[in-house]
């Protein structure tokens, strides 16, 4: 009996599922963040891990490795490769270190350019994809005699350990024997700098590889590394991606309460509560709990949480236009790439519409890059002119273009009259439009007394700048859902397809994953500890009281001293969880102590938590010598510098000894986790 073509589908999804099952640990990427691929040997593109042989099999000459937490390395990689491939005739490949193994890393060969684009996160970590390459070169590397590299470091120059990771590559590969062929560069995401910055090191390497290594340069054209095919399939067949998180949720071939849940799995989790925390008319802050009953996700007090996003409805329509994609929002069509180094980023068959709202970030600021890559596809030359102008310039895109707060298809519609910019490619605004990237945020319940829920605090970003209302993804999407959940009557500033992809997040669910943190309470729950999180800051604190209520109800455990310092605008404004902390100040009685610094109380004196820090030097100083852990939350730029200098000042004067060994004093303290930062 012939077997006809639904037959064959049910057999191939069964076969597929048998498979899926058997290598489950296998199929899904480990806890750690590295994706282990379908098979053992293979990486989730379907590539070997074996890197010399993906290297030699695809006739690669270039590698770009990268370290990305947030997306912006490998953004970066991305838009790397093009250039070097389209300008040199180089052919890169991008490398996602999670994808790759590292035994046989010392036969690349001088032939092969190496760069390593590296962010740090956090106190001088690496990114979770780039931990087993540390663990490579620190444990196992011997000599990399012919390797040829350089390296830009990606970090925040507000954080103690600035740049470590890009530092520490590029001093350990030297170390090994590596040669550099263009200088260490570093870009700094706390001035705002990092595109400039990238930009500079990128034009010492071209230098580099003109005058040093005699590389000739060629006009640069456009080639694309996947080749977009309209599809046969419908929206309406099963197959097609209408913006689900991945392929497991297209087919729902697999159990997907079950995880390992990260970056490249999520768990759809249903918001069973939200609640606005501001008492304000132009200002908000959402509270919201994420359910996790049902499901083997699990998050330890301190943990962050990370929520995918998909974009508003304005900010889509605005996109559309740009490049005159209205017409074919439901259009299905599918990718193939051009070698098996190069990655489909996202499930496809897919239409181009939820590309947009569920792939794309489209609402950000667009970087100087871009703008010089685009234009040669502009509708007509003299927009072309215009943006070779501001985008050649420093000076001019930053007046022009990253003042005026443009979003992409804002900054291309302003140069172009309205002209929709039809002529750009797809494959080009899927290969330079950076990947949307999930947010996190500091958990602020405690896994000891929410066993089942997550609890987030987030502060709306919604800005009227200019001509320019500048909205963030995230917080308008909890927004959105807190007014629906809440059937209010406010008028969202910008709006949400809240059903996805399918309604698969219908009755208010998201797709999330934990993040594990550092950030964690001393063992020993009779350990006095100082909190310090001002605005959103507060958000891991109100879990670390809920866990220190926990302990007492649950184990009758001894509690040490928990001084926490707040700060917000005022009283009846914004004061997070006002109501709850006197019901938390009856459990712990006199072991809880809350300070709280009103910023606009009083018009005629600003008061921080510096300020309150200061008024109790003399009792800081006495939990200090008790043992005492620090923490501190919130704003990295200004904040956290303004607090460690401050307990720094207090430290000197309790001891008697100089500012310097005071500031000498906390970095010890860091190390050995006694002073620990939650900050961003
Ligand atoms: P995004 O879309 O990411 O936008 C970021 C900013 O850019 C916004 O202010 C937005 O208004 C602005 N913007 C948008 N478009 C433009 C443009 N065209 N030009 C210029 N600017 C533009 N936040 C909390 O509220 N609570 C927390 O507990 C918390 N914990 C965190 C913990 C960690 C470890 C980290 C890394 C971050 C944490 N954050 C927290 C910050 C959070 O992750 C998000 O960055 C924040 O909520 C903004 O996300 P969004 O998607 O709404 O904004």
């Not at 491939?85 to 032939?111: C, Q």
């Not at 502009?378 to 707060?405: M, Q, W, Y």
């Not at 809920?546 to 928990?562: D, F, H, L, P």
């Amino acid at each position: 009996m012939a077997l006809d073509t639904l037959d064959y589908s049910v057999m191939v999804a069964l076969a597929l599922a048998i498979l899926a099952y058997l290598g489950k640990d296998k199929f899904w990427p480990g806890d750690d963040g590295t994706s282990a691929g379908f098979v053992a040997n293979m990486s989730a593109g379907g590539h070997s891990r074996d890197l010399i042989e993906t290297l030699n099999k695809n006739n690669k000459n270039c590698i770009i490795f990268y370290g990305s937490q947030t997306g912006t390395a490998e953004d970066y990689a991305s838009k790397l490769s093009k250039e070097l491939g389209s300008r040199f005739g180089l052919k890169p490949m991008t490398v996602d270190f999670a994808d790759y193994d590292f035994d046989n890393f010392a036969e690349i060969s001088e032939d092969v350019l190496c760069f390593f684009l590296m962010a740090t996160y956090g106190e001088g970590e690496p990114t979770d994809n780039s931990i087993d390459f540390f663990n490579f070169l620190d444990n196992e590397a011997d000599t990399l005699s012919s390797l040829r590299f350089s390296v830009f470091g990606l970090g925040n120059s507000t954080y103690e350990f600035y740049n470590a990771i890009g530092k520490k590559t590029n001093e350990r590969l030297q170390e090994l024997g590596a040669e550099r062929f263009s200088a260490y560069g570093e870009g700094d995401d706390g001035l705002g700098t990092m595109d400039e910055d990238f930009l500079s090191w990128k034009d010492l390497v071209i230098d580099s590889l003109k005058n040093n290594l005699n590389f000739e340069e060629h006009e640069a054209v456009y080639q694309p590394s996947l080749k977009l095919i309209e599809s046969v399939h419908s929206m309406d067949d099963a197959v097609v991606s209408h913006g689900e998180p991945n392929s497991a949720y297209v087919s729902n071939s697999v159990d997907l309460s079950k995880g390992p849940f990260d970056h490249s799995h999520p768990f759809l989790s249903k918001i069973v509560k939200t609640q606005e925390l501001f008492n304000s008319k132009t200002r908000s802050c959402v509270h919201a709990e994420f359910d996790l009953s049902g499901t083997n996700l699990r998050y330890s007090t301190g943990d962050h949480l990370a929520i995918w996003p998909s974009n508003s409805n304005e900010n889509i329509d605005r996109f559309l236009e740009a490049f005159g994609l209205f017409d074919k929002a439901d259009v299905v069509f599918e990718l193939r790439a051009e070698d098996s180094t190069v990655a489909i980023p996202f499930h496809t068959p897919i239409t181009y519409g939820a590309v947009v709202r569920h792939h794309l970030e489209i609402s950000g600021d667009v970087s100087r890059q871009f703008f010089l890559a685009i234009a040669q596809f502009a509708p007509d030359e003299e927009t072309k002119k215009e943006v070779l102008r501001i985008g050649n310039s420093k000076e001019f895109f930053a007046k022009e273009i990253h003042e005026k707060c443009y979003n992409m298809a804002d900054a291309l519609l302003n140069l172009s009259n309205g002209k929709p910019w039809k002529n750009v490619p797809f494959e080009f605004i899927v290969e330079s439009v950076p990947h949307l990237q999930a947010r996190y945020y500091s958990i602020s319940s405690s896994s000891l007394s929410e066993k089942t829920t997550i609890h987030v605090t987030a502060v709306v970003e919604s800005e009227k700048i200019g001509d320019q209302l500048v909205t963030g993804v995230v917080t308008n999407l909890l927004k959105n859902i807190e007014i629906a959940q809440n059937n209010k009557s406010d008028k969202p500033t910008v709006t949400y397809n809240l059903k996805g992809p399918r309604n698969k997040f219908s009755n208010y669910k998201l797709p999330v994953h934990v993040r594990r943190s550092t950030f964690k309470l001393p063992s020993n729950p009779s350990t006095p500890i100082i909190c310090i999180g001002p605005g959103t800051g507060i958000a891991p604190f109100r879990g670390f009281v809920r866990e220190k209520i926990s302990q007492i109800k649950t184990n009758n455990a001894t509690i040490g001293k928990v001084m926490l310092f707040y700060g917000c605008r005022n009283e009846d404004e914004d004061y997070l969880y006002k109501d709850e902390w006197p019901s938390y100040a009856q459990v712990l009685g006199s072991q809880f102590e809350m300070n709280v610094a009103f910023s606009r109380k009083d018009p005629n004196k600003k008061e921080y938590v510096q300020h309150k820090l200061l008024e109790n030097a003399e009792q800081i100083n006495s939990l200090l010598n008790d043992g005492a852990f620090i923490y501190v939350c919130g704003d990295a730029s200004k904040m956290a510098r303004d607090v460690q200098s401050t307990l720094a000042k207090i430290i000197a004067k309790g001891r008697d000894i100089s500012d310097e060994r005071a500031a000498e004093l906390i970095r010890s303290y860091k190390t050995q986790n006694k002073y620990q930062e939650d900050v961003w």
